[in-house]
C-alpha cells in the first residue's frame, strides 16, 4: 500500500494527480478554474511522507495562464497552516520542479498563503467590535455567500458626514490573489487603532466602505481568477448581472448610492516581483486634478515604505483608450476621482528580498497598513 496521499478536499484546495508512486517523482497538474480555463493556483495537502525528500513535478506548469510567473518563482509550504516558508523550486519553460523533506507526516503547499472563508468571517467578526465600524450585507453570491460592506469612520467626529471623503477598498476580485486578503486585514487592524494619529486624522474627516471579499465562491472553490459561474469579475463593472457576476453589481449599485472620492482595489501579480499601483490614465475624464493626486499618492506611499516603489508597473495606456469593464477604471470615469489598482507579487519583493518567504502574508499586512499615510495625504 502506497503511504502517499495528497488531499485538497479543503477550502481552496486545487491540484491534480498524476503520479504518486515515487516520492521522489510526484506528478500533478495544476487544476483549471470550475468554470473557466484560467489555470495557475494550488493548494493541496501530501501525507504520509515524514523526513521523505519529496520532489513534486507541476507538469502542466507551462501550460497555465501566466507562465512567465514561475520565472524566479519559489513554492510555499506548510507544517502547521500558520507560518509559511518558501522551498526549492525550479522551472524549464514546461515543468515546475519544486523539492524538500518533509518534518511531519502532513505538510501542505500553495501558490500563495491561503485566506480561507473561515479566516474571512473571523476578520468581519474583529472589525465590527469597533465602536468605529458599522457592517452591512449587500447580498449574496452566485452560491449564496455573503458580500459584506463594513463602513468605518469617527460618529464624534467634528467634520460634517456629508463633507467626509468617501474612501473604498476591495479586495479578493480575483480569488486566487489572497494577499490582497491580508492586505486588507493589516488596513483594517490599523485603521481601527484608537492611537493612531493617521488612522485618528482619516476616522475624522472620511468614511471607509470596504469590501474585504469580492470573489468568496472562486476563492472556496480554489479559483485563481473568476467566480463560480465563470465569470472574471474584474471585466464586468461595464455590464454587470445579478446571473452571472451578482457581487460586482451589488458593490457597484451601492458605489452609485453613496458616491467615491477614492478607491483602491486590492490585487496579486504574478509576474512582476514588485510592489506597484496602476492609474487610470486611459479613461476619457482623466484630468489634471487627478494625475496631481495620483502623484501625490505614489510620492507619498514612495518615501514612506520601502516594500513600495514606483519605477515598475504596467505601461501606461494612451488616452482614452481604458478598457472601462475593469474596476478602477470603471471607478475612475465614472466619479472623476482618484483610483488605484494596487498590486502585490506572487514571488518576492526583488528591491527588498526576503529569501526564507518571499513575499509573504505577514509583509502584505504591513503593506496594507503602509498605506494609509497615501490616503491621508491626498485629501
Known sequence: MNPLHISTAFDSGAIEVLSLADHRNIQLNIRSDNASAFTQWFHFSLHGAAGLPVV??????????????????????????QHWFRI????????MTAQTTPAAQCIYFAYFAPYSWEQHLDMLAVATAS???????????????????????DAESAVPLADRKRVWVIARQHPGESMASWFVEGLLERLLDAADSV???????????VVPHMNPDGAVLGNLRTNAAGANLNREWLDPSMETSPEVFLVRQRMLEIGVDCSL?????????????VGAEGVPNYSPRVAELEALFRSTWVATCPDFQSDYGYAPVAPGAANLSLATNWIAQQFGCLAFTVE??????????????GWSAERSRLLGA?????????L
Not at 88 to 95: A, H, I, K, P
Not at 200 to 209: E, K, N
Open 88 to 95: 526549492e523550486t525550479q522551472f524549464d519553460g514546461q515543468v
Open 370 to 378: 503602509s498605506v494609509l499615510p497615501a490616503v491621508l495625504a491626498t
Open 199 to 209: 488612522a485618528r486624522a482619516l476616522r475624522q474627516r472620511c468614511v471607509f466602505h
Open 131 to 153: 465602536p468605529y465600524v458599522q457592517q452591512e450585507r449587500l447580498g449574496a453570491s452566485v452560491l449564496g455567500r455573503d458580500i459584506s460592506l463594513l463602513r468605518i469612520t
Open 265 to 277: 482595489d486590492v490585487h496579486g501579480d504574478e509576474v512582476l516581483p514588485y510592489n506597484f499601483v
Open 344 to 357: 502585490m507579487p506572487f514571488k518576492d519583493n526583488a528591491n527588498l528580498p526576503d529569501p526564507l518567504q
Open 56 to 81: 513534486l513535478h507541476f507538469m502542466n506548469a507551462g501550460q497555465c495562464a501566466y507562465a512567465k510567473g514561475w520565472q524566479d518563482y519559489a513554492v510555499l509550504a506548510s507544517l502547521d497552516r
